[in-house]
């Protein structure tokens, strides 16, 4: 499966942003899929990730603000970023279909990325 993540840009505390990431390739229905993010010098973190069914799980840090979601008619997810703080400010990446038995709020779990897309805040 190829994942392909758009939609970040320059937003300013306070404001809000909508990522999506796009799947082709094979079914997309199945399987878990997730947001990850990446801070300079850090590594990379859980955000969110989402069921089939559309059940989901959250990071404290975003719990609140974000919203996960997905379109499986569409292939595509999304994440509906509110009330973004500086500290949000990362490259985002999505990522599907974790191995079975892995842990879904690891980056290591999956095996299939899409390519980033930069989100900055600004205070």
């Known amino acids: 499966v190829q994942l392909q993540a758009f939609g970040g840009g320059l937003v300013q505390a306070g404001g809000s942003l909508r990522l999506s990431c796009a799947a082709s390739?094979?079914?997309?229905?199945?399987?878990?899929l997730a947001w990850f993010r990446q801070a300079p010098g850090k590594e990379r973190d859980f955000v969110a990730c989402?069921?089939?069914?559309?059940?989901?799980t959250y990071a404290d840090s975003v719990k609140g603000r974000f919203t996960i979601s997905r379109d499986n008619a569409k292939s595509t997810m999304y994440l509906q970023m509110n009330s973004l703080q500086p500290e949000d400010t990362a490259v985002y990446y999505c990522?599907?279909?974790?191995?079975?038995?892995?842990?879904?709020?690891?980056?290591?779990?999956?095996?299939?990325w899409g390519q980033g897309t930069l989100v900055t805040v600004s205070s």
């Open positions: 990522a599907a279909d974790p191995r079975p038995g892995s842990s879904w709020l690891i980056p290591f779990s999956y095996d299939y």
């Open positions: 390739g094979r079914t997309f229905n199945v399987g878990a």
């Open positions: 989402i069921n089939w069914n559309g059940y989901s």
